[in-house]
């Protein structure tokens, strides 16, 4: 099934792509059929994690490729996965000096 970006466009060649996102309970990754130079904003837009997760603001998070951000005009190549970010709820560093103060470990056990 084509997206409706693909649909608009039925005479481009098509590429599938993945956009992924992800918070501390769900993770979720759609493919997605858009056209050749679609830019990552739009495919974002063009998949349904807009409907699913209301917290996402499509016009100004970050994005990125397989963990580098980018800019959301950049176009997508066939097989990348497009991350959709969210902001942390705390720094990494201070939740481990946090961590540290009280005594226990962050991360994975054996580690």
Known sequence: MLSSIARKSSMAELIKVQVAYARPDVQVVRILTVPVGTPARVALKASDLLAEFPEIDADHCPLGIFGREIS????????????????????????????VAQGTVLGRSGR
């Open 72 to 99: 959301g005009e950049r176009v997508l190549q066939a097989g990348e996965r497009l991350e959709v970010y969210r902001k942390l709820l705390k720094d990494p560093r201070t939740a481990r000096r946090e961590a």
